[in-house]
């Protein structure tokens, strides 16, 4: 029953007209919008209406949330949703906005102890039930979707990886059957396996690389890095790495080689 009416609920959210407003924004701070088919635009502004209403958004470190905020975080979250049967990130609850880099506490493990809590300056978080995010990073991202980083659909990323219960750069993968989802997995970890490998023996080894070495670190940062090359830098990565595109591009049902060419600047 509870799923039903949840099933209503968002049909109700996505058949409202989108507020001009809102559009306004995406035009303005969004550029992949622009660049977007007509049908995807419309199909991201049906996700954004039922996103917007399940998710918390809260200002942290003085930070007012304001629509421009929201719009421009959520947007670029349900990117990542188009085409695809999606549950819009059903563990998360809200998202939490700092101006700039806030300071996180962590445990490390020594010797088989926990250690003492230790600080560390960060501009973006994903865990369980929320994502945090440096407001400032997220916009000069934003504005600049050609450079291979973008904070938003990184940790976003993460939360897609996490929808099994394990962040480790394995994300559910879209099949049809045990067998078929069991051969896509195969793939998928002998694709991704390799390209990650291969991206720490070229950050050892001070090779220039598409891909930012911070995906180096392990497989789930990989994964989140890769889909951040994925859509900013869709040619360099098809190009360099065809396998592990080809492999992004089934898992996303989106080919970003095609979206349409930014316009060029007025003289």
């Known amino acids: 029953m509870f799923g039903l009416l949840k099933k209503r609920r968002r049909e109700k959210l996505r058949a409202q007209p989108f ?5 306004g924004i995406l035009e303005e701070k969004f550029p ?12 991201l502004e049906t996700h954004l209406q039922v996103f917007l209403a399940e998710k918390r958004f809260e200002g942290c470190g003085g930070l007012q949330i304001t629509d421009e905020i929201r719009v ?5 979250a349900c990117l990542l949703l188009l085409h ?15 101006p700039d880099t806030f300071v996180i506490k962590t445990r490390r493990r020594e010797e088989e102890e926990l250690a003492d809590r230790r600080a560390r300056s960060a501009l973006g978080e994903s865990g369980k039930g929320s994502v945090v995010l440096s407001w ?3 916009l000069a991202d934003t504005v600049e979707p050609a450079d291979g980083k973008n904070l938003v659909l990184h940790e976003f990323a993460h939360q897609l990886d996490e929808e099994d ?17 069991h051969y896509r997995y195969l793939i998928w970890a002998r694709v991704l396996r390799a390209e990650y490998h291969r991206l720490r023996q070229d950050s050892e080894t001070g090779h220039e690389t598409v891909l930012r070495e911070y995906g180096a670190a392990n497989p789930a940062e990989f994964f989140a890095v890769a889909t951040e090359c994925f859509f900013e830098k869709p040619n360099q990565l098809q190009k360099k790495h065809p396998e592990l595109y080809e492999e992004l591009k089934r898992f ?14 007025e003289r």
């Open 72 to 76: 421009v975080i959520a947007a670029q």
């Open 165 to 181: 219960g394990v962040v480790d750069g394995a994300p559910l993968l879209p099949a049809n059957g045990i067998r078929e989802r």
């Open 136 to 138: 400032s990073a997220t």
């Open 252 to 265: 996303y049902r989106q080919d970003p080689v095609n979206f349409a060419l930014p316009a060029s600047p």
């Open 19 to 23: 507020p001009t407003v809102l559009r």
């Open 84 to 98: 695809r049967e999606t549950d819009y990130y059903p563990a998360l609850r809200s998202i939490l906005v700092y």
């Open 32 to 43: 992949l919008y622009t660049r977007l088919s007509e049908s995807d635009r419309r199909e």
